[in-house]
C-alpha cells in the first residue's frame, strides 16, 4: 500500500480532496461544518473510520470502519485532508489549520469561528484493538508457514504443550500478528533461509526462526541476535549435531559483544549468568526452541544426554566490555570494533571458583587454573574445551597488575601443564585418567585454543565461573562467532 | 489441525514453528533368516573399543563362510558422510554397526 496510490482503494477521486475523520475526535468534530461547505463544490470525498452517519450534511460521505481507505492512504491523524491531482497526491494537511487547509482547498475564510489551529487525534488504525487485526490483514500473506488452530475448546497454554512445542516451560502462542511484530525486528525477507537446522538437516527461514523466537518470548529487537547465533550454532565448526547427540551434558550457550548489547538491555553485570534478564533469557531459549521445532533435536531423542543442565533451556549472556582489563571476546576473534556479534559455545552449566585472598595476579590465576582442571575429569586432558567467566572483582587484580587477555592465557596454559605422574591410569587410587605414556612430559589441560575467556558479573564477589563444554576441535565442537548486524 | 483462513470461531490460529514434514511412517525391514548369499558390512562409527567387537564378529562371521566388507564413520560426533552412506548402501544387504566405549 503506498500513500499516492489509489489502487488499495478503487473509490478513491482521481482528483479532488480526500478527508478522512471519525466521530470521536473532537477536532473531527470542530471541522465537521468545514467539510459540510468544502462537499457543496463536486470532488471532495469524506472517509469516516467509526460513524458512517458523520459527518453531517456531507454529500459524498463514505463508509470506511472496515479502514481499507485509510490504510491505502496511510492515514496516522485525523482529520487527515489530501489533495489528488491525476490520482497522484499533491498535498496532505494534518489536524486542523486554517491556513494549510485553505492553501490546500484554495478556499479562503474557511471555518469561521474555529481557532486557528487545533491538533488532530490518532486515526482508529493505530488503535490497539484493531491494529493487530489490521496487521495480520495487509502483511499476513507474506508468510508461508503452515496455519494451525487451536480450538476454542482448548487452552492455549496446554495445547502447545500438547503439540510438543514447548521446552517444558509454557511459551507464547506464536499468532500471526506476533510472528509479523517479530519480523519487523530483522529486513531480511521472511523467506531468506537462515541456516540447515541439524539433526534432521531442515533449511529453516528467516519466518520460521521468528516463530520460535516468539514461542521464547522474544522482543522483535532480539531477532538479530537469535538470527546471527543460529547461523553460528549451524556451522561445521560448531556442530550442533555432535553436541546434541552426545551423551554429554553440554548444550549451545551463546555470549553477546557490541552495541546491541545494550540496545536491547542484556544483562553482564550481577546474576549474569542467571535468570531475570528478558534478553538474556529468551535469545538463548529461542536458539534451542529452533534446534528442538524445526531441528527435530529432541531430549531422549536424537538428544542423548545421560544428564543435561538446567541451561539447555536456553544460555545467553553478555560480556561486560566497558569494565574489563580485557579485550571484548568477540575482537579477540575477529569482529572489528564497534560492531556486535554473537559467539555460541558448548556449555555445561557453571560452576564458581572462589578466591577471596589472591591480589598477586600469579596466584589468582592459579586458582582459577585448579577450578578449570575439573573440567570433564582432573585427571583427564585435551579432550574438552572450557570457557572461564571471569569476574570484575578478580578481573581487577588482572588489571591493577597490566595483565591482558594474551597474559592470563598464557599463565592458565603454564598452570594448566599436568603432571603425568598425578593424572595417569591408576594415580591416586583412581583407574580412570590418561594412558601411562613413554614420556615423562607434562601434559596441556585443554587444547590450543579450547580454553575462552570472557568477563562479566556483579561488582562484589571474589567469584568467577568455569563452563566446562564439549569435545574441542574437529571431532567436536569449536566455539563460532558471528555478527549481529547482517540480521538487521 | 491445520487451517487456511482466520480459524472456527473462538479459536486461535498459530504459525507452525516445526519444519511441517508428515511423520515418516516406515517399518524396519525384516530380519533375514540367514546371511547365506547376503553382502554383509561391518559399519565402525569410530567409538573407542568399537572395532574389537567388529573384528571377532568378523572372525565368527568368517568361521561360518560369511566374508563382510569393513566401513568406518571419521568421527562418532558427526553424521556419516552422504558419501559413505552411498558407498554402504550399494555394497551391502544387511550391516552391522558397532557402538561402544
Known sequence: MTRVGITGSPDLAGDGLVAVVKRDCPTCQLVEPVLAGLSRAPGVTVYTQDDPDFPADVADRRDDTELSTSLALDIETVPTLVRFAGGVETGRVVGWSRAQWTELTGVADLGEGLPEHRPGCGSRTLDPDVAEELLVRTRGGSLRSRRLEITALEDEAEALFDRGFTDGLPVVAPTPARVLRMLEGTSRDPGEVVAVIPPNLVPATVEKVAINAVLAGCRPEYLPVV???????????????????????????????????????????????????????????????????????????????????PGKVGFCFAEDEEGSPFEPLAQSRGVPPGRSAVTVFAAEGPRGVADQISRRPESLARSLALGLRAVVHPKLVRGFDATLVVCPEHARVFADAGWDRARLEAALDEYLLLDRAEITRGAGGIDEGVPAGDSDRPLPKFRPGGLMIVHAGGGAGMFSAVIGGWAGGPGGSAPVTREVDPWR | MAVTGTGSAGSLVILDPTDESAPDVRTALERPASLDGLRVGLLDISKPRGDVFLDRLAELLAERGTTVRRYAKPTFTKPMPPDLRREITAECDVVIEALAD
Open chain 1, 227 to 309: 538470527l546471527a547465533a543460529v547461523e553460528a550454532a549451524c556451522t561445521d565448526e560448531f556442530n550442533a549435531h555432535g553436541l546434541l547427540a552426545t551423551t554429554w551434558g553440554a548444550g549451545p550457550a551463546i555470549v553477546v559483544n557490541g552495541p546491541v548489547r545494550a540496545e536491547i538491555g542484556m544483562n553482564w553485570a550481577g546474576n549474569a549468568l542467571g535468570q531475570g534478564n528478558r534478553a538474556n533469557s529468551t535469545i538463548g531459549r529461542a536458539l534451542q526452541l529452533v534446534i528442538r521445532n524445526i531441528g527435530g533435536g529432541r531430549p531422549q531423542e536424537v538428544d542423548r544426554a545421560a544428564l543435561g543442565h
